[in-house]
């Protein structure tokens, strides 16, 4: 993900990786919602949307 990230920001795109720490594996965002929202959240509250290249 982390090349992926550097990828679309390379190309112009708005694009930042956010890492959710947990002990759930790929499971987190299911075991763990509150914390997956706060990631969002931050991440959403931006009032600029970069458009595709």
Do not use: I, K, N, Q
Not at 22 to 32: C, N, Y
């Amino acid at each position: 993900m982390w090349e992926c990230t550097a990828r679309w920001a390379e190309a112009g795109w708005d694009a930042e990786y956010r890492h959710l720490p947990t002990t759930h594996g790929h499971d987190a965002f299911l075991a763990e919602p509150e914390a997956l929202a706060a990631l969002l959240r931050d991440g959403l509250a931006s009032d600029v949307v970069a458009a595709a290249p």
